[in-house]
Nanobody, 117 residues
Framework: QVHLVESGGGLVQAGGSLRLSCAAS????????MGWYRQAPGKQRESVAV???????NYADSVKGRFTISRDNAKNTVYLQMNSLEPKNAAVYCC???????????WGQGTQVTVSS
């Protein structure tokens, strides 16, 4: 079982920055792909960024150049640095992690990000 806990959300003014963290705990050999997705009220869930264990990253077009995903494999933690935030970026941000054994994805509960104009 893998337990993911996000932190770092909050209220920020437009143009500001936030850094989200997601720490994994539990019993597992190692974490493979980790990522962040978000869901705003009335909208579909959207993948924001993904990072492979070796560091290769992929971003949604809407956040390229403003958001940076990173990870610390020793700490089983993934981060999302969000800069130049816009009101439309407001959502619940959740992390997920794929564990090859047993071959499934785990999700966190999410952290709220609110951006005021």
């Amino acid at each position: 079982q893998v337990h993911l806990v996000e932190s770092g959300g909050g209220l920020v003014q437009a143009g500001g920055s936030l850094r989200l963290s997601c720490a994994a705990s539990g019993t597992f050999l190692r974490l493979n792909d980790m990522g962040w997705y978000r869901q705003a009220p009335g909208k579909q869930r959207e993948s924001v960024a993904v990072i492979k264990r070796g560091g290769l990253t992929n971003y949604a077009d809407s956040v390229k150049g403003r958001f940076t995903i990173s990870r610390d494999n020793a700490k089983n933690t993934v981060y999302l640095q969000m800069n130049s935030l816009e009101p439309k970026n407001a959502a619940v941000y959740c992390c997920d992690a794929y564990v090859s054994i047993p071959g499934r994805t785990y999700w966190g509960q999410g952290t709220q990000v609110t951006v005021s104009s």
